[in-house]
């Protein structure tokens, strides 16, 4: 049996033809609701932030760049390189190899400790899944936001670079604000 | 003991109607009709279940109390319920009873991610846990050898590790110290656990308590690939699985194949794959330049040694090592084709006439090595299968314990396996033929009662039943070989299944490259040659010393350090004009003597083909790509050749195997994808037919006449006959894999407790070895089952190998 074009061709609903007094409310009353807006905002001055002078402040629980931690007492790495973040990671930007420590060289709290941790920021979705897979929070979402960089390469995050403290820090949103 | 009879059953789990072999545990038939039953303790390979960790209870109708179903055999017509409520509840206590003392410190813990307690846990698990009490500490981790890491608190003491070693590799040196919740895996005395198969515990652990030391936090089960490959360290083959991670293997485990491996692996199979990734291995090709080997590119090296095509006609060529099927294949065209020269041999111990070499690899005569298991006798002839194919020493000692195999062990050296063996006697080192000779006039007697060895190994081979597998090395001379067959002919092993001859190679791939036409006097598929027959290994040292050979081509074989002779090998090396080598390791000969190194690829890199001594054809596939700038072993024998202005028309390795195929005719109409991961035993090939009969071997009767006293002191004047043995350790690659530094071998001079009283030398001693001016430095090590009159030898070793040595008989004393 041949295929009929038309059978499958649904019928397009139209609005009902408008007459003249609506069609010319349509042109100015609703144009002039619009800008009773526009101007009602006039009033209130400029809403403009002068970046990068000025930040937007962030939610405490925006999801920036990742930040590893220390334990404030010893001053030992949090993380084990358990390597749960990269199991959990979507976007496959994070390497860990793992290595032991040894009474000289203690680096961690464990037996094992991250020699190598990477984050590739050009690759990171900011899921935090990271940070909700790391059994011993040693990994959280910081606040950083600009991560823009000359060169790809520079942007896979070592385990120094995460671990240090941000040089600038990203202003929080207060409650209510 | 004949293969087992497998009848079928039909048996009801959870409602499914499963069918399976009557015998088998209740696991694995629940595991085939798709029920899943969790289990710790269990291993099919392990034999006799023992019910230690009570994970797999099942209710089973008509018996009250709930069964372990790993130590329940299925019968017909049980109806199996393992999704009850009764059943739940058991596994949750059990799961909860095991977590009781466990650390769960699973984010440091090697296991995690590939963990069966976790898997378990989670599965069957309560998901939430009651204890608030301490838990009880040990010390940890503690390095159980240099191999292996225990880490005692993770245990759940199901018994793996100790049924291995006592019941699999027999060694006893695992067990079980003190009782109660304080119960630990130990060895007796604390001493490390030190044996050649001990990381196959690391596999069996369930849970994290024995890691690799080698593989101790390199990756995560997410971090890293399996590729399947095969071993080709020694003759033995086993099927592995390359962990690679980030283009390094870091981790090889077995990939169980009951043709081959029966599921277990040597420590050299899996620790010496660190040879793949050191600074000592060669990565670029190499040419001697002003009496140094310096780097080159791979033109210039291509150019010198396309110098090879103006020594047509005197060059030789040796295949050794894991060199493949197709290497070795190209290599003899490039020979036979391009440089007409029939110099090539991969056979350590001299030429075979080409009528034995036949007869030894027909089809009749083959056993598989799953007959070792089943064969009524096993008689092991002139090898010490521990050291030369591992695996087998497992295969045979299995066959013992749980089939009542009865084995016979002839050989010139005490064997590990003597405890095993109805009979073991011991013959001279160089007196294979007369032994075997005897043993054959023995076997033509009917009975004769007369109470020595050899008439009761005799009595043993001919009443002991009609399956008689004999696993024989390949040093045994050819006249030792024609007897040899002929006592196969004998106990009707021609033509009969499950029974026949296993011969050992000297090299991983023995078989496959003399297939392929690596041998002097026979072509691809032991093809007749015309008149011009090629000099043997040691014809071509000798001719290459005297300056009738003038390069030597070395393919995966260091012949100053594997072969026999040292100093005429070192002879022959120094008066070649030209001397080429495919190599990963630059041992003593090569540093010293080679014109030209190409860096040989690594069995995991190889793409190609080998041949287990029981004919089964494997395939190497690439697990990582090449490091450095190593390139293909075929592809760099087909671009020398083309520079000779031989072109072999390869550019693939699939050619070279097409090739190989349409040259072999017994391997006809093998293709790669029929290889695949498991590989296809020619023998049982109706084309294995192709293989050209080995005409019947004479029967001379009067060669056996005299009766040979085994093991004879002759007239030595006070000096000892010289035995030698290849331990297992003695490889270039475990001498460079990092892991394995402490098993390097030394010269450990085996003496009997009667000769090192004469010599007044003790265990331990440095004694000198001497024999015709060459004096060798060792250290002594009497064992008492070493015959007296007779001392042996490590060859194959870097120092002091004694392939320095010609002399039969050897002087000894203290250093």
């Known amino acids: 049996m041949g295929y009929d074009p038309s059978a499958d061709v649904i019928e397009v609903m139209r609005h009902p033809p408008r007459g003249p007094v609506a069609g010319t409310y349509r042109i100015f009353g609703e144009t002039l609701r619009g800008l009773k807006t526009t101007f009602a905002r006039v009033v209130e001055g400029p809403h403009t932030i002068q970046y990068p002078e000025e930040k937007t402040p962030v939610y405490p629980r925006f999801r920036g760049r990742h930040k590893l931690h220390r334990f404030e007492d010893t001053g030992l790495e949090k993380c084990v390189g358990c390597s749960l973040c990269a199991a959990a990671c979507p976007a496959d930007c994070i390497r860990v190899v793992a290595a032991e420590n040894t009474p000289e060289n203690r680096v961690s709290a464990g037996e094992r400790y991250a020699a190598v941790y990477e984050i590739n920021l050009s690759r990171c979705i900011f899921c935090g899944y990271c940070e909700v897979a790391c059994p011993f929070d040693a990994i959280t979402m910081g606040h950083d936001y600009e991560l823009s960089d000359y060169t790809r390469s520079d942007l896979i995050f070592t385990k120094e670079m995460l671990l240090a403290e941000p040089i600038e820090r990203t202003p929080l949103r207060v409650p209510g604000e | ?815």
């Open chain 2, 1 to 815: 003991m004949p293969r087992p009879e497998q009848k079928l059953i039909k048996l009801t789990i959870d409602g499914r109607e499963i069918e399976a072999v009557e015998g088998t545990m209740l696991v694995d038939a629940a595991k085939q009709g798709d029920v899943e039953i969790p289990y710790f303790c269990y291993e099919r390979r392990l034999g006799q279940p023992v019910g230690a960790c009570r994970m797999c209870l099942v209710e089973i109708e008509g018996i009250p109390k709930l069964q372990t179903s790993c130590s329940t055999g299925v019968r017909d017509g049980m109806v199996v319920h393992t999704q009850t409520e009764r059943v739940h509840e058991a596994q949750n206590a059990i799961v909860e009873f095991l977590l009781v003392n466990h650390p769960l410190d699973c984010p440091v813990c090697d296991k995690g991610g590939e963990c069966p307690l976790q898997d378990i846990s989670f599965g069957w698990g309560l998901g939430r846990t009651r204890v608030v009490e301490p838990k009880r500490h040990f010390q940890k981790p503690l390095a159980l050898s240099p191999l292996i890491a225990i880490d005692r608190e993770r245990c759940i003491l199901c018994y793996r590790c100790v049924r291995f070693s006592q019941e699999i590799a027999e060694d006893w040196q695992l067990i079980f110290a003190d009782r109660g919740s304080h119960t630990f895996v130990s060895t007796h005395d604390g001493h490390p656990y030190v044996a050649p198969f001990s990381g196959n515990i690391v596999e069996l652990c369930p849970v994290g308590a024995l890691t690799s030391q080698p593989y101790r936090f390199r990756a995560r089960p997410w971090d890293i690939e399996g590729a399947g490959g095969v071993c080709t360290l020694c003759p033995a083959q086993c099927n592995v699985e390359f962990t690679v991670r980030d283009e390094k293997v870091v981790r090889v485990l077995i990939r169980e194949h009951d043709g081959v491996d029966d599921g277990w692996l040597c420590d050299k199979g899996r620790f010496a794959y660190q040879a793949i990734h050191v600074d000592e291995r060669i990565t670029r090709p190499l040419v001697r330049d002003g009496g140094q080997l310096r780097p080159v590119s791979w033109e210039r090296a291509f150019e010198t040694a396309a110098e090879i095509a103006r020594h047509q006609g005197r060059t030789a060529a040796l295949v050794g090592g894991g060199a493949s099927n197709e290497e070795a294949f190209l290599l003899q065209r490039l020979l036979r084709e391009g440089l007409y020269s029939h110099d090539i041999d991969s056979r350590p111990g001299g030429a075979l006439p080409l009528e034995l070499a036949r007869t030894l690899a027909a089809p009749a005569l083959q056993a598989s090595v799953p007959d070792l298991e089943f064969a009524h006798t096993v008689l092991v002839l002139g090898t010490e299968p521990l050291d030369e194919i591992p695996i087998l020493d497992l295969r045979i000692r299995k066959g013992v314990r749980r089939n009542g195999v009865k084995l016979a062990i002839a050989s010139p050296r005490p064997s590990a396996l003597d405890p095993n063996a109805a009979v073991s006697l011991r013959y001279a080192p160089d007196g294979e033929a007369a032994f075997l000779s005897a043993l054959e006039a023995a076997l033509g007697h009917a009975s004769s009662g007369s109470g020595d060895d050899v008439a009761s190994l005799a009595e043993l081979l001919r009443s002991g039943g009609e399956d008689v597998v004999i696993v024989y090395g390949e040093s045994l001379a050819p006249a030792a070989l024609e007897s040899l067959v002929r006592i196969a002919r004998l106990l009707g092993l021609e033509g009969r299944d499950g029974a026949g001859l296993l011969g050992v190679p000297a090299s991983a791939n023995g078989r496959g490259v003399r297939e392929a036409g690596a041998l002097p006097n026979a072509g691809p598929g032991y093809a007749e040659l015309g008149a011009p027959r090629g000099r043997d290994a040691a014809a071509i040292a000798a001719a290459a010393a005297g300056g009738e050979l003038s390069a030597l081509y070395l393919l995966e074989v260091d012949p100053v350090r594997e072969l026999p002779d040292r100093a005429a090998w070192e002879a022959a090396l120094h008066h070649a004009g030209l001397v080429i080598a495919h190599a990963s390791v630059l041992t003593d000969g090569l540093r010293d003597h080679a014109t030209v190194i190409f860096p040989a690829e690594s069995h995991a890199e190889k793409e190609g083909t080998v041949v287990h001594p029981d004919g089964r054809l494997q395939r190497l596939r690439a697990a990582i790509a090449h490091p450095g700038e190593v390139r293909a072993g075929w592809s760099v024998i087909a671009e020398l050749a083309r520079r000779c202005g031989h072109d072999l028309g390869v550019l693939t390795s699939s050619m070279a195997f097409r090739q190989l195929v349409a040259a072999v005719p017994f391997y006809a109409g093998i293709t790669l994808e029929q290889i695949g991961g498991r590989g296809v035993r020619w023998p049982e090939r109706p084309e294995a037919a192709a293989l050209p009969a080995g005409g019947g071997s004479a029967q001379t009767p009067g060669a056996a006449a005299g009766t040979v006293q085994p093991a004879a002191a002759g007239q030595t004047n006070g000096h000892l006959r010289l035995g030698t043995y290849r331990s297992i350790w003695a490889a270039p690659e475990v001498e460079i894999s990092p892991a394995l530094h402490y098993t390097i071998a030394e010269q450990l001079v085996e003496l009997s407790p009667a000769d090192a009283r004469r010599l007044e030398v003790g265990d331990g001693d440095e004694v000198l070895v001497g024999s015709g001016g060459t004096r060798l430095r060792g250290r002594a090590a009497v064992r008492t089952g070493v015959p007296e009159g007779t001392a042996f030898l490590a060859t194959g070793i870097a120092q002091a190998s004694a392939n320095h040595l010609t002399e039969p008989l050897v002087e000894v004393r203290r250093a």
